[in-house]
């Protein structure tokens, strides 16, 4: 069911009075789900023990891996969970670029495993990055996934670079802005779906939920002053 609002700031705003500042605070965090559960070291599904976790750490959005990706019902019917456990409904998303990025294409759980982005990008045509948008979004939203940390919006300026390589569309900037475009268009046109562009990489800033809970009490002190 797609709910519609008349005035979607002003109920964001609603919504945000209600909030206590840990809270709000806890909404900036992203994390893997193993980084709010005590003593798993491997989500592959959202119960009680995910239940009481989000309760205590609503965190903003969750991001899932290859190791939590068993079957395509496991995958949607923990995605599902986690929403439901949610005051407010999280982003859930991947890294599901294409080529050697892929959790979910290279899983066999019914997602198209598409080529790295260098050769979509060698093809000189933007319709092909746009084909890889739309797909891309329709079967990501069929999982539950309202996020794709893709594409990659660099640039490759150095030769033999080995970190982004053919995950990036190549190396004339005008390329890669119109494949990036066309790609994360179509996504922005679906009200339950988003993307995020020019991802170069997940920085870690915690190790531990212990870091997590004292970045947590460390920023509310910052903003309650």
Request: charged content about 25%; aromatic content about 8%.
């Amino acid at each position: 069911m797609l709910l519609v609002f008349d005035n979607i700031e002003l109920c964001s705003e609603e919504i945000v009075k209600e909030m206590t500042l840990e809270e709000k605070v806890w909404q900036m965090f992203f994390v893997r789900p193993e980084d709010i559960l005590d003593n798993i070291s491997v989500a592959i599904r959202a119960g009680e023990t995910t239940q009481k976790a989000l309760e205590k750490y609503p965190v903003g959005g969750i991001i899932y891996f290859s190791q939590n990706i068993e079957t395509r019902e496991q995958l949607v019917e923990m995605i599902k969970n986690t929403k439901n456990f949610c005051k407010i409904t999280p982003f859930i998303s991947v890294d599901e670029e294409g080529g050697r990025v892929s959790r979910l294409g290279s899983a066999n759980i019914g997602v198209t495993l598409h080529p790295p982005m260098a050769e979509i990008g060698a093809s000189h045509n933007s319709d092909n990055a746009k084909k890889v948008g739309e797909t891309l979004a329709q079967e990501l939203l069929s999982l539950g996934f309202n996020m794709d940390f893709a594409p990659v919006a660099d640039v490759i300026t150095v030769d033999g670079n080995e970190d982004i390589g053919d995950r990036s569309f190549g190396t004339d900037p005008k390329l890669v802005a119109d494949s990036d475009y066309v790609e994360v268009e179509l996504w922005k046109y679906n009200p339950e779906t988003f993307a995020i562009d020019g991802m170069v990489d997940i920085v870690s800033l915690a190790e531990s939920l212990k870091d997590i809970e004292e970045c947590v009490e460390i920023l509310a002190k910052i903003i309650s002053s």
